[in-house]
């Protein structure tokens, strides 16, 4: 199993752009279903976007359809999310993760994901 690292979180304004990244070091996710969730103080963690292992098909949840893109490097070494007109409903711990079964079709639920990162924190002021 890889272990992702995510980076890019911060404090910005409402309407801001910010852009994460998740990568696993030494390893590529290659074959692996790509998450990101978040995580707001007080409530559960929940499904923002993924990405499925072979054509890069990518599913969101419909709180930030239009607004925030998943993608990933040629190489597979790097998933991004890309977050722009954010809202200070997006503040939260922002959570990489790979799936449990390689080659697999894609699935949202968390438990379908086994590796996590540590979670990056972002900040959106009103």
């Known amino acids: 199993q890889v272990q992702p690292v995510e980076s890019g979180g911060g404090l910005v304004q409402a309407g801001d752009s910010l852009r994460l990244s998740c990568a696993a070091p030494?390893?590529?996710?290659?074959?692996?279903?790509m998450g990101w969730f978040r995580q707001a103080p007080g409530k559960e963690r929940e499904f923002v976007a993924g990405?499925?292992?072979?054509?890069?098909?990518?599913y969101y949840a419909d709180s930030v359809k239009g607004r925030f893109t998943i993608s990933r490097d040629s190489a597979k070494i790097t998933v991004y999310l890309e977050m722009n007109s954010l809202k200070p409903e997006d503040t939260a711990v922002y959570y990489c993760a790979a799936s449990r079964t390689t080659w697999a079709p894609f699935s949202p639920r968390e438990a379908d994901f086994a590796s996590w990162g540590q979670g990056t924190q972002v900040t959106v002021s009103s």
């Open positions: 990405i499925s292992w072979g054509v890069g098909r990518t």
């Open positions: 030494g390893r590529t996710f290659s074959g692996y279903g």
